[in-house]
């Protein structure tokens, strides 16, 4: 299903506390390096893709998502468009729950084959600024989100 509503990115995130980031970058000043920092910080666990890197934020790196020993909550994607199918591909292989695509990462027949083999998806989303928007972590030198409150849910606690 294609996810775009507030409950639905609410579900999502507490649902999926796994990711794999394809596409992480080892370098600080790189978006997928800060967004997946910021998630491996707010307890989430993160899963480094990268075939250039043995590991990354401390964690060991894994050339594809085949590779991953463990099971993957959410497959959150750094990559060009015309790269995510072989990606939503491994992903319903893998037995994900969802396929994110980041902010600029558009790739409709992708993401369709994806939600058709029962994953959520997001499409042209960051988590990181979504779970800020959601979980109450923005502020002046966020973004405008156009949501008001006063009261945030908590997210849940990772379960072990």
Known sequence: MIIDDVAGLRRVLQGN????V????PNWNRPSYFAAKYML????????VNPGASEILGQKCYPDLAAI??????VDVFRKPEDVMPIADT???IGAKCLWLQLGVINQQAADKASAAGLDVVVDRCVKIEYARLFGGLNYAGVNTGIISA??????PLQQ
């Open 91 to 93: 992903a319903i292989r």
């Open 17 to 20: 506390r796994v990711i794999a």
């Open 151 to 156: 009261k945030r849910p908590p997210c849940q």
């Open 41 to 48: 910080e707010h307890g989430y666990t993160i899963v480094p």
């Open 69 to 74: 020993p463990v099971k993957v909550d959410m």
């Open 22 to 25: 394809v596409g992480l970058s």
